[in-house]
C-alpha cells in the first residue's frame, strides 16, 4: 500500500480524541494497510490512527507475533504493573520510564468488523495501552517519570 506521514508532538491531532468506526469500507482498509506499513516501515511495535493524522479508533500492532487490527478497541481488565523504557512514532529519538499495567485484557474489532478479545503481558500489555492512549488523545509523555531521554544519536555525537 502507501507509507504515511506520522504526526509528532505539536501536532494538534495527537490531542484529540477519536471517534468510533461504525462500518469498514475500502477507505478504512487502506488505511489498515497502510498503518501496517508505515508501522513496519519506522520499525514501531504500534500504531494509532491519529499518529497518522486521522481521528478513527483504530490501531495497529505487531510485537514479534504477528499483526493485529484493533477497532474500537477498550481496554476490559488490567493487572499488575511494570515499569520500563517507552518511545512513540510521534516523540522520535526519545523515550522515557512509564509505568503500565503488566496484564491487558482488551477487547475490540477486528478488520472483518468481529468482535476479538485479546490478553497481552509485558510487551503487548504496554503496546495496548499505549495505543489506545492514543485514541484518546494521550501522549506516553504525559505519563513519563522524570526526564526524556533520547535513543538515536548523530554519528558525531557518539
Do not use: W
Not at 492512549?133 to 555525537?157: F, N
Request: glycine letters at 8%; proline letters at 5%.
Amino acid at each position: 500500500m502507501a507509507l504515511r506521514k506520522i504526526r509528532t508532538e505539536g501536532d494538534p491531532v495527537l490531542t484529540k480524541v477519536s471517534r468510533p468506526v461504525t462500518e469498514m469500507t475500502p477507505k478504512l482498509r487502506t488505511l489498515i494497510f497502510d498503518m501496517l506499513d508505515t508501522m513496519y516501515e519506522e520499525m514501531g511495535v504500534g500504531l494509532a490512527a491519529p499518529q497518522v493524522g486521522i481521528l478513527k479508533r483504530v490501531v495497529t500492532i505487531d510485537v514479534g507475533d504477528g499483526p493485529m487490527v484493533l477497532i474500537n478497541p477498550e481496554i476490559l481488565e488490567t493487572s499488575g504493573e511494570q515499569t520500563g523504557d517507552e518511545g512513540c512514532l510521534s516523540v522520535p529519538g526519545m523515550a522515557g520510564q512509564v509505568t503500565r499495567p503488566n496484564y491487558v485484557k482488551v477487547k475490540a474489532l477486528d478488520e472483518n468488523m468481529e468482535e476479538v478479545v485479546y490478553e497481552g503481558t509485558e510487551l503487548l500489555a504496554r503496546a495496548f495501552c499505549h495505543e489506545i492512549d492514543h485514541l484518546d488523545g494521550k501522549m506516553y509523555t504525559e505519563l513519563v517519570e522524570g526526564e526524556l531521554h533520547r535513543t538515536v544519536y548523530d554519528d558525531d555525537e557518539v
